[in-house]
């Protein structure tokens, strides 16, 4: 059975590697689709990680998961080989897995302070009104998936939060606590509350996950990614 996989050109990917030769990142690689050719072969940006291009070998099986119609899927592919043009660099890969439809997603997370003003409230039905004033604090990480927020009080597994994400444009969510943890050395903050997004519109996902790209691409252009 042929394969059939249609992806919008330009579309962000994330390529997630076997660890058992990649040890070197446990996370989720940034690249985006460039090229569908007739044989069913791909041509995409090679990936980055932390701020560097990160090449991977020929012959190399990677999942490629993507967004279309939003929904969000995952195929297995082979890199089959590499160019550049300019001062971008191309990896080409071929399907060897048709489409399959993924229900959750473990996010690319991306260090970076970002302003956010946040509530806390126990159950997730309580009215808006009563869910308490915003304060004010800043971000660890982000992904599309949800963020690391750095606190003055101690959170509470499991509760939900209200929040507002500034991003250079502001990204109204709902999401719940699933994890809580001491910093070492404390200082301003003394908690991060990892915190998944439980409602956020697709529309603001997807500008969280080009805000994350885009702040790649800018740090690959400084320069950022040498040894």
Not at 18 to 36: A, H, I
Not at 128 to 148: F, L, N, V
Not at 179 to 207: Q, T
Request: net charge positive; with cysteine.
């Amino acid at each position: 059975m042929a394969i059939n996989i249609q992806i919008d050109i330009g579309s962000k990917l994330e390529l997630v590697l076997d660890k058992n030769y990649y040890k070197q990142t446990d996370q989720p690689l940034v690249s985006q689709f460039e090229e569908l050719f007739d044989d069913g072969e791909m041509e995409i940006l090679t990936p980055i990680f932390e701020g560097r291009l990160f090449f991977i070998t020929r012959n190399t099986k990677l999942d490629v998961i993507y967004e279309r119609g939003g929904q969000l899927y995952k195929f297995e592919a082979i890199v089959v080989g590499h160019r550049t043009s300019g001062n971008l660099s191309y990896m080409r890969i071929r399907p060897v897995s048709d489409k399959q439809r993924l229900q959750r997603r473990n996010f690319f997370r991306f260090k970076c302070i970002e302003k956010v003003e946040y509530r806390i409230y126990q159950n997730e039905n309580t009215p808006a009104e009563e869910r308490g004033d915003y304060k004010e604090s800043i971000t660890r990480d982000i992904s599309g998936g949800g963020i690391c927020l750095l606190a003055k009080d101690k959170p509470n597994r499991g509760w939900f939060v209200e929040g507002n994400l500034y991003i250079g444009q502001k990204i109204h969510f709902i999401g719940r606590i699933v994890r809580v943890a001491d910093i070492r050395n404390k200082g301003e903050y003394s908690y991060e509350a990892g915190i998944e997004f439980v409602n956020i519109s697709e529309r603001d996902r997807e500008k969280v996950i080009s805000y994350i790209f885009d702040s790649q691409r800018k740090l690959l252009k400084k320069g950022w990614y040498t040894e």
